[in-house]
């Protein structure tokens, strides 16, 4: 069974910063780009950042110099470390992974990231 578990998330001030941790089982991972989108309320999901099991990365522009992707291919995990957060960061946070041949997706369940003062 696959399953992709969300931790970090939460309530930090603006400037702040929160790291996301995605866990994977059930998948070989590094046979999937991993990825972290996120949805704030009102608005579509939309990617924030990939990572491609040889490590190549991609960042929406409005996160771009702030957010940074990596992966732990030995412990089948994908992280996100999110600095000088502002309040238009918030949104619920999800994991995926998406098979790199045969495109096939799962999706975690998500984490909320809330920026407040």
């Known amino acids: 069974q696959v399953q992709l578990v969300e931790s970090g998330g939460g309530l930090v001030q603006p400037g702040g910063s929160l790291r996301l941790s995605c866990a994977a089982s059930?998948?070989?991972?590094?046979?999937?780009?991993m990825g972290w989108y996120r949805q704030a309320p009102g608005k579509q999901r939309e990617l924030v950042a990939s990572?491609?099991?040889?490590?190549?990365?991609n960042y929406v522009d409005s996160v771009k110099g702030r957010f940074t992707i990596s992966r732990d291919n030995v412990k089948n995990t994908v992280y996100l470390q999110m600095n000088s957060l502002k309040p238009e960061d918030t949104a619920d946070y999800y994991c995926n992974a998406r098979h790199m041949v045969t495109r096939t997706l799962h999706w975690g369940q998500g984490t909320q990231v809330t920026v407040s003062s």
């Open positions: 059930g998948i070989l991972f590094n046979f999937y780009t």
């Open positions: 990572i491609t099991s040889g490590g190549s990365t």
